[in-house]
């Protein structure tokens, strides 16, 4: 029996505009130059296994953020289902949940961790406090647990506990980003949402989140969806690999297939500029 998708994604389409019956052949990059409209993600479609780490890089338009977004509600989409597998039994369209059932699924199936630390902790908590809030939100009130699990969490992304009380503005933007991961992971989500998370980091630092997140995933064995617009970020951690451009997936596969036999003149473009 084919192994079920932590994630599957059929046909996301947002499009801004109200479309013609142009659009499909007349689209300059994405956006149709009859109408006007802009098809930020165009018929996208996916899944993502168990324990896997699926990678999509495109240049900055080609609709990464607003799958990701979509993903994580932040945007819903003009047309497409996603299934999880552990909500509604994988059968219930995520974007047809009740505004409760999504902050469900936010805060005990996803987590997210944005490119910019503000949008996913609050900068004047505490590093324990921005994990519990999340506990929280998932319904515990346990004061000794939350700190355990903060404490493990902590430890789990090299932060010292004895900075656990200490408010994330005041960490290097390297360890905001590892408090982020931390607390996305609070509630054992199935999937990790990682938007760009190591864009504007030094490369030391930036190497550092990349090791880390191949720790995180090791431990927890948890699917990462994982979105960049360097190749070199998802040859380290991608299993497979989706190619975007101006809002469609013009190439996917094993990473090492991609790297190694780029089809997509685009994609030859991406793998040369590596070497
Ligand atoms: N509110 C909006 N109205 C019109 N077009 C939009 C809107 N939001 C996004 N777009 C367009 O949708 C397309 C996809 O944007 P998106 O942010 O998803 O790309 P991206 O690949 O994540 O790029 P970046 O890395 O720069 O964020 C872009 O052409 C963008 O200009």
């Known amino acids: 029996m084919a192994e079920t998708p932590v994630l599957q994604v059929e046909r996301l389409t947002m499009r801004y505009g109200e479309g013609c019956p142009h659009c499909k052949d007349h689209l300059e990059k994405n956006r149709c130059t009859v109408c006007g409209t802009v098809w930020a993600a165009n018929d996208i479609s996916l899944e993502v296994y168990p324990g896997e780490v699926l990678g999509i890089v495109g240049e900055s338009g080609s609709g990464k953020s607003t799958l990701m977004q979509s993903l994580y509600f932040d945007l819903i989409p003009t047309e497409g289902k996603a299934y999880l597998q552990n909500y509604g039994e994988g059968k219930k369209n995520i974007w047809d949940a009740s505004p409760l059932e999504k902050r469900k699924i936010r805060n005990n199936i996803m987590g997210m961790v944005y490119q910019n630390p503000v949008r ?156």
């Open 120 to 275: 996913g902790l609050r900068m004047d908590y505490s590093a324990a406090s921005n994990i519990a809030e999340k506990i929280i939100a998932a319904g515990s009130r346990n004061a000794g647990q939350m700190t355990a699990r903060a404490e493990e969490l902590l430890e789990a992304v090299e932060i010292l506990t004895s900075r656990m009380k200490e408010a994330p503005k005041n960490f290097s933007g390297g360890m905001q980003q590892r408090v982020q991961i931390s607390k996305a992971l609070a509630n054992n989500p199935s999937l990790l949402l990682l938007d760009e998370v190591t864009t504007g980091l030094d490369l030391s630092v930036q190497a550092r989140v990349l090791d880390l997140i191949r720790k995180i995933k090791a431990k927890y064995g948890i699917s990462i969806l994982l979105v960049s617009h360097d190749l070199a970020v998802i040859r380290m951690l991608a299993d497979r690999t989706i190619v975007m451009l101006d809002g469609k997936i013009i190439e996917s596969g094993l990473t090492d297939q991609i790297l190694e036999d780029p089809q997509h003149a685009y994609t030859q473009q991406l793998v040369h500029s590596l070497l």
